[in-house]
Every structure is written in structure tokens, then in C-alpha cells.
């Protein structure tokens, strides 16, 4: 629980919760899931992120969740998960169970229906970072929260005494130049992580400290073996395999990460499960270009999917 090491480095696998229509999660299938996450080169794990569909989960479903993590991975993989909620009181709860649970840290995103101020938003990540003494990563995710968080205000957040982490969508254009000037504004040796899979290797090998990965959760071994060669700087490889991920990326461009995800766990056999309604499963149409991307990465790569 809120260990001191540094949680918020090397490549985060990002998981579903697989539950069934009224949100009962399928413990059994979180447990898989979590298992084949228990490897090298998965330097942590996310939980209850926006893969692992928190928005849509009470409190005591989160719980659940968080104790089939906690049971499965027993310290082997620091564990951070999604405090975020609409009511600034609700995510003060959240990050207490997370810390009482036995997680290693959390992550934040200004979650609302009413637009906010960045007022409103410094004072939600004041009030929820007082709240717990985990180390706390903002997670900066416009797509869903419709939020964009300015420099400044990211650079005020930053001061918080355990905010030590920032994730956010890896750039389409000067990834170098975008890290430079997000490490300038923020205190030394704060976190600045990346997400948007296809994108993130750039970011990464521009000096980005996280791969917060949506398909390291369902396909490992390949995500591990892509982080590998950004580590070492050989280009080469990173594209060959970016290359061999590209179906998926493509996929996930098309339909959106999280159903894609949601239709290679369940090709896996790690669960039979869709995404929490409304949300809708990709169409049954398309089901040949979900095995056929999953077919390219296993044949093609010498490491296990």
C-alpha cells in the first residue's frame, strides 16, 4: 500500500472488468485476466481506468474488483486504479477504499457533467489528494471527460504534495517538442506518462516515463516486447512491430479501444463479456477483422500473444 517505489514508470496494462449486464463483475475473469497481466516487463497495472469501464461500476462493485486484484497479483504488480467520479466527495470515498484495499496508487480525471472551471478542478484534486496519502497521477483524458487541462493549471496541480504522475494522450504532431515543454513546467522528476496506443511510441522515445497501454491488457507479450525495443532506441524494431499491431490500431481508431478490447478478450476465451450498456459490442460483421488482427500479431511475432 502506497509503497515508496515508483509506481508510475515502464508500461501499465490496463484492464477490463468484465461483468454482466447489471455490473456484477466476473471475478473469475478478472482473475484470468490479471494472471496473464503477471509477467515480465508489465512494470504495473491499471485498474477501474476508463478500459476497466470505472464510470460504470458503484462503489461496492469497484470494491469487488480491487479485491480480486488484490487476491490475484498479491504485491507482485503494484496496482493503480481510477478514483474518479462525478461528486468530489464520492472520489474522496473511492480513493480511501483504494487505500484501505491495499493499492498502490491512483489515478484522478475530472469526471463531470456540467463543465467545469479550472478552479473547480484544481480544488476536486486538492480536496481528493487531502484525502489519501497514495501518490496520485492526473488523468488527463479529454475524449472522455471533455476537459483540456491547461499547462499552468496542470503545473499548480503538480504542487500537490502527493500528486507525483500525469498520463495523457501521446501527441499526433512534435511528440520531442510537446514532452519538452509538459518537463519544463512540471516539478523535477514528476511522471509524464503517454496513452493513444498507436501513437505513444514517438512520446516514448522522446523521454515519456509511462506506456499506460489499453493493449497490454488484453495482449501482453507483444506490448512488452514493443516497450523493450523503444527502451533500447531500436527503431527498426518498434516499427516492425507497430507494423504487426497496426490491424488492431486501426480497430481500435475505427470502433474505439474499448470495444476492441472487450472483442479480443472474449476471441482470448478470458471472458464472455460486452461493455456495460449503453455501450454496444462491435457488430458480429465485423468479427473476421477482429480474428484477423489477433491472427497477425500471433503469427507473425516469436512471443506468445
Not at 447489471?22 to 482473475?31: H, N, R
Not at 476471441?267 to 461493455?275: N, R, S, V
Request: hydrophobic letters at 45%; one cysteine or more; charged letters at 20%.
Amino acid at each position: 500500500m502506497g509503497n515508496t517505489r515508483n509506481i508510475f514508470q515502464g508500461l501499465s496494462a490496463f484492464a477490463i472488468t468484465p461483468a454482466d449486464p447489471d455490473g456484477k463483475v466476473d471475478t473469475a475473469a478478472l482473475g484470468r485476466i490479471l494472471e496473464r497481466l503477471d509477467m515480465p516487463g508489465i512494470d504495473s497495472i491499471g485498474l477501474l481506468g476508463s478500459t476497466g469501464t470505472y464510470i460504470y461500476l458503484t462503489r461496492e462493485q469497484r470494491k469487488v474488483a480491487i479485491d480480486v486484484a488484490i487476491r490475484t497479483l498479491r504485491g507482485r504488480k503494484p496496482i493503480i486504479v481510477s478514483a474518479g467520479a462525478l461528486r468530489t466527495d464520492d472520489a474522496q470515498h473511492l480513493a480511501k477504499d483504494a487505500e484501505e484495499a491495499g493499492v498502490d496508487g491512483l489515478l484522478l480525471a475530472p469526471v463531470s457533467y456540467n463543465p467545469l472551471t479550472e478552479e473547480e478542478v484544481y480544488r476536486h484534486y486538492e480536496s481528493v489528494a487531502g484525502s489519501t496519502t497514495l501518490p496520485i497521477c492526473i488523468y488527463n483524458t479529454p475524449s472522455t471527460t471533455h476537459f483540456t487541462f491547461s499547462d499552468a493549471l496542470l503545473a499548480r496541480i503538480a504542487g500537490l504534495p502527493n500528486v507525483v504522475a500525469l498520463k495523457q494522450p501521446a501527441p499526433i504532431n512534435e511528440p520531442k517538442g510537446r514532452h519538452e515543454a509538459l518537463r519544463a513546467n512540471l516539478p523535477s522528476g514528476f511522471s509524464v506518462g503517454y496513452s493513444a496506443d498507436w501513437l505513444v511510441a514517438d512520446s516514448l522515445m522522446a523521454g515519456g516515463s509511462v506506456w499506460y497501454s489499453v493493449i497490454a491488457g488484453v495482449l501482453p507479450a507483444p506490448s512488452v516486447a514493443l516497450m523493450d525495443a523503444i527502451r533500447r532506441g531500436d527503431d527498426a524494431e518498434v516499427k516492425r512491430i507497430s507494423a504487426l499491431l497496426e490491424p488492431i490500431w486501426e480497430l481500435f481508431k475505427e470502433f474505439g479501444d474499448l470495444r476492441v478490447v472487450y472483442a479480443l478478450a472474449n476471441e482470448l476465451g478470458l471472458c464472455k463479456a460486452a461493455p456495460p450498456r449503453p455501450i454496444l459490442p462491435i457488430a458480429a460483421s465485423h468479427h473476421r477483422r477482429i480474428v484477423s488482427a489477433l491472427a497477425n500479431v500471433n503469427e507473425s511475432m516469436k512471443v506468445p500473444s
